[in-house]
């Protein structure tokens, strides 16, 4: 799945008239740029959330060569965030083969055959995380089990555990692995069924939380991990450069 849906407002004024997904670099949209990567790597069916400018991102991709291998799932009726559009596009999934998420903004260097063979047939999701510098981690066990989720400039903790929300720390008072999300998983089509009870519109690390106590919900760490946010204007003008250095 291709998050596309945002209104790309850190791109005005380009955004004004085009969807976040259209914006070229090296004059090629970014859609076109992730959705010829994956497939380039394996993937060959392809679900991409719709709203701003909606029917420019149909149009194009209905001029493309892998036109057939694009679903959409037209959120113009209003924004769902990230967990609320996987759960929208729910039906437009294979039931048995994990869902890989990928933004429509964000260049990287993932080898998604490597990953897709670490999502193993027991794990539920798998998070691409490395060790690089935020404000907002994702606490690990050492098992690389998902735990919870802290804000260091706040102090706030988030985790289904009381002892990890009072401490911060284990079950056995040591610290947890932090990590930085990615913002790349892969989903597996069984906990579809848990967000029923979840709201039309949610983040899906809001979801990860609430159910990474009964759900094997795990970190995959790449300590070689590049990642370039194309969602504003400032890094826009790098893209082309990474691009050249990850092909």
């Known amino acids: 799945m291709i998050l596309a849906a ?21 004059g090629i949209p970014l859609l076109d740029i992730v959705i010829r990567r994956l497939m380039a ?8 959330n719709v709203h701003h400018f909606a029917q420019q991102i149909i149009d194009y991709v209905a001029t493309q ?9 037209d959120e113009r009726d209003g924004l769902l965030e990230t967990g609320g ?20 903004d964000i260049l990287d ?26 404000q907002r981690y994702l606490l690990f066990d050492n098992g690389m089990r998902l735990m919870g989720w802290k804000n260091i400039a706040t102090g706030e ?19 947890l692995n932090m990590f930085a999300f990615s913002g790349i998983h892969s989903f597996s089509p069984r906990l579809f069924p848990l967000m029923d009870r979840f709201p039309d519109r949610f983040p899906i690390i809001d979801f990860y939380l609430s159910i990474c106590h009964r759900s094997r919900i795990v970190g995959l760490p790449k300590d070689d991990l590049r990642l370039l946010d194309v969602g504003k204007l400032d890094t826009l003008s790098q893209a082309e450069d990474f691009q050249r250095t990850i092909r």
């Open 6 to 26: 945002g209104l790309g407002t850190r791109l005005k004024p380009l955004t004004d008239r085009m969807p976040k997904a259209l914006v070229p670099v090296g």
């Open 65 to 73: 060569d892998y036109a057939p291998l694009v679903l959409f799932s």
């Open 41 to 48: 790597q394996g993937c060959q069916r392809f679900v991409v």
């Open 157 to 175: 903790v988030r985790s289904p555990y009381e002892y990890i929300r009072r401490t911060g720390l284990s079950q056995h008072g040591e610290p």
């Open 85 to 104: 559009a996987l759960k929208k596009a729910a039906p437009l999934f294979l039931p048995d083969e994990p869902i890989l998420i990928h933004n429509v």
């Open 109 to 134: 260097n993932v080898d998604y055959q490597w990953m897709s063979r670490q999502h193993l047939p027991d794990e539920d999701a798998v998070l691409l995380v490395s060790r690089r510098q935020t």
